[in-house]
């Protein structure tokens, strides 16, 4: 079984950055690749970011590109997402991540973290 936990999140005013983390374990961790996703009151989870886990390729959604960075660490488990010029839109739960497969959509991926609050004030 693979567990993620994020962590990283927390207040911050417009303009500003933070920068996530998240820890995979499990005997057997090997995915095809990592991700972030996001979730507004009110609304859908939504893509924000992906990242493959032997090649290092990134894609990301039209709303944070160019302000956010996916990153992994292959040795130590970890994917990370630094968060810049914040705006109070990108305000959500944040959630890692992990699966055989990439893709926008929610049901493409098989493992999940809990979950951490980021607040961007404006």
């Known amino acids: 079984q693979v567990q993620l936990v994020e962590s990283g999140g927390g207040l911050v005013q417009a303009g500003g950055s933070l920068r996530l983390s998240c820890a995979a374990s499990?005997?057997?961790?090997?995915?095809?690749?990592m991700g972030w996703f996001r979730q507004a009151p009110g609304k859908g989870r939504e893509f924000v970011a992906h990242?493959?886990?032997?090649?290092?390729?990134?894609y990301y959604s039209n709303s944070v590109k160019g302000r956010f960075t996916i990153s992994r660490d292959n040795a130590k488990n970890t994917v990370d997402l630094q968060m810049n010029s914040l705006k109070p839109e990108d305000t959500a739960v944040y959630y890692c991540?992990?699966?055989?497969?990439?893709?926008?959509?929610?049901?493409?991926?098989?493992?999940w973290g809990q979950g951490t609050q980021v607040t961007v004030s404006s």
């Open positions: 499990g005997r057997t961790f090997s995915p095809y690749a």
């Open positions: 991540a992990a699966g055989p497969r990439i893709g926008a959509s929610p049901g493409f991926w098989d493992y």
């Open positions: 990242i493959t886990w032997t090649s290092g390729a990134t």
